[in-house]
């Protein structure tokens, strides 16, 4: 049943090319636009909508995040995302013309299914982004967008993430396409880039070599940071759930603008630091920012493990190792950055001799608040 690998987590991490490729899959039609059946909500309710909020928790949360710049950039509507125990308990501001989307893996999370309930009485429109067929949450929403990443095992998410965030990308481009903005032209060739991720992704898993050396390096490590910008952000906050999950190791997870306003101060010598490169071609000069965060922290003594894509040389000054990913479109980059870092998860968890399947005082579906 874990088709040939020791964990489920490490079969569960190699079917992710299937994963993606299974839930773009009868998202166009013959014309190549796009269509969700599933999405049961009038064309005019979604024209409407005026803000999102994305509510979820854990791996799904960050999920939620990278739909958050997905679908600001293409379907320019506001989208906040928040944590949904928080959500629940605080008084958010949400009313017929937001569309609530939640995000759940096992479609029982309690918090998630308690937010969702919440936001029906404030009369949002809510759509759950969920891989279990017949779940609770999928119940309880008035629309669904299935992922089709199959049942996932192993405690910790891994190609449910991916299809989460393939997912809240469809929903995005199927937004922008609905409402005519600057993008609803673009949403067909993202859709074709999208259809290129699961051969990426499947590259990348033969490259992973290197990876599970530096794990098996690495297994007394005590602390262990991670640094993105944009939708690298989102990246570097589950490459450090992972590891704590995984390894029991303490991990953190900023945005890279931030370290100076304080987390540098963590930074001494021999401090593993991974950071992630946005592709050279992203705006706002970003892969600049992200090169220069990579060395001022180099500069302080940081071991720079840095995730950046082929052909982008200018980390290497600063890198002391340099993995690898295929290039590929700055938005999509999340698909293919978070693969080596499940991998060291994974091989850091197995190298200490842990249950990488079921960790320490975790259960794969929270059904208590
Ligand atoms: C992390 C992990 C958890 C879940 C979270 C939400 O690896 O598995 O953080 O992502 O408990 O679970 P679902 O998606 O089932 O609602």
């Given at each position: 049943?874990?088709?040939?690998?020791?964990?489920?987590?490490?079969?569960?991490?190699?079917?992710?090319?299937h994963?993606?490729?299974?839930?773009?899959?009868?998202?166009?039609?013959?014309?190549?636009?796009?269509?969700?059946?599933?999405?049961?909500?009038?064309?005019?309710q979604?024209?409407?909508?005026?803000?999102?909020?994305?509510?979820?928790?854990?791996?799904?949360a960050?999920?939620g995040?990278?739909?958050?710049?997905?679908?600001?950039?293409?379907a320019?509507?506001?989208?906040e995302?928040?944590?949904?125990?928080?959500?629940?308990y605080?008084?958010?501001?949400?009313?017929?013309?937001?569309?609530?989307?939640?995000?759940?893996?096992?479609?029982?999370t309690m918090d998630?299914?308690?937010?969702?309930?919440?936001?029906?009485?404030?009369?949002?429109?809510?759509?759950?982004?969920?891989n279990t067929?017949?779940?609770?949450?999928p119940r309880?929403?008035?629309?669904?967008?299935?992922?089709?990443?199959?049942?996932?095992i192993?405690v910790a998410?891994?190609?449910?993430?991916?299809?989460?965030?393939?997912?809240?990308?469809?929903?995005?481009?199927?937004l922008?396409?609905?409402r005519?903005?600057?993008?609803?032209?673009?949403?067909?060739?993202?859709m074709?880039?999208?259809?290129?991720?699961?051969a990426?992704?499947?590259?990348?898993?033969?490259?992973?070599?290197?990876?599970?050396?530096?794990a098996?390096?690495?297994a007394d490590?005590?602390?262990?940071?991670?640094?993105?910008?944009?939708?690298?952000?989102?990246?570097?906050?589950?490459?450090?759930l992972?590891?704590?999950?995984?390894?029991?190791i303490?991990?953190?997870?900023?945005?890279?603008?931030?370290?100076?306003?304080?987390?540098i101060?963590l930074?001494?010598?021999?401090?593993?630091?991974?950071?992630?490169?946005p592709?050279?071609?992203?705006?706002?000069?970003?892969?600049?920012?992200?090169?220069?965060?990579?060395?001022?922290?180099?500069?302080?003594?940081?071991r720079t493990?840095?995730i950046?894509?082929?052909?982008?040389?200018?980390?290497?000054p600063?890198?002391?190792?340099?993995?690898?990913?295929?290039?590929c479109?700055p938005?999509?980059?999340p698909?293919?950055?978070?693969?080596?870092?499940?991998v060291?998860?994974?091989q850091l968890?197995?190298a200490?001799?842990?249950?990488?399947?079921?960790?320490r005082?975790?259960a794969k579906s929270v059904?208590v608040?």
């Amino acid at each position: 049943e874990r088709g040939g690998y020791a964990t489920f987590m490490e079969k569960e991490i190699n079917d992710q090319p299937h994963a993606v490729a299974d839930t773009l899959l009868g998202r166009t039609d013959e014309s190549g636009a796009l269509v969700l059946d599933e999405v049961r909500i009038s064309e005019e309710q979604l024209r409407a909508v005026d803000k999102i909020t994305v509510v979820a928790c854990g791996t799904a949360a960050y999920a939620g995040m990278v739909a958050k710049y997905a679908i600001e950039h293409w379907a320019r509507i506001p989208v906040e995302v928040a944590l949904a125990h928080e959500f629940r308990y605080a008084d958010p501001v949400v009313d017929e013309r937001t569309l609530v989307v939640s995000i759940s893996q096992s479609g029982e999370t309690m918090d998630t299914l308690m937010a969702v309930k919440h936001a029906r009485e404030l009369g949002a429109v809510t759509v759950s982004i969920c891989n279990t067929h017949g779940s609770t949450i999928p119940r309880e929403s008035d629309a669904v967008l299935y992922t089709h990443a199959g049942p996932e095992i192993a405690v910790a998410s891994t190609k449910a993430f991916l299809a989460q965030i393939t997912a809240a990308y469809i929903l995005g481009l199927y937004l922008a396409q609905l409402r005519g903005g600057s993008y609803a032209e673009d949403a067909q060739a993202v859709m074709r880039d999208l259809a290129d991720m699961p051969a990426k992704i499947q590259d990348l898993l033969g490259r992973m070599d290197r990876v599970k050396e530096m794990a098996e390096f690495m297994a007394d490590t005590r602390s262990v940071l991670f640094l993105g910008r944009n939708v690298g952000y989102p990246v570097a906050m589950e490459g450090a759930l992972k590891l704590k999950e995984l390894a029991y190791i303490h991990a953190e997870g900023f945005a890279a603008g931030e370290l100076k306003h304080g987390p540098i101060a963590l930074i001494d010598a021999g401090q593993p630091v991974f950071v992630i490169v946005p592709s050279p071609d992203t705006p706002h000069d970003l892969h600049k920012k992200v090169v220069s965060n990579i060395q001022e922290i180099r500069a302080r003594g940081a071991r720079t493990l840095v995730i950046a894509h082929d052909g982008d040389e200018d980390v290497e000054p600063f890198a002391s190792e340099v993995i690898r990913i295929p290039a590929c479109p700055p938005m999509l980059a999340p698909l293919l950055a978070i693969v080596p870092l499940q991998v060291f998860a994974l091989q850091l968890s197995t190298a200490k001799g842990l249950d990488v399947d079921q960790p320490r005082n975790l259960a794969k579906s929270v059904t208590v608040e």
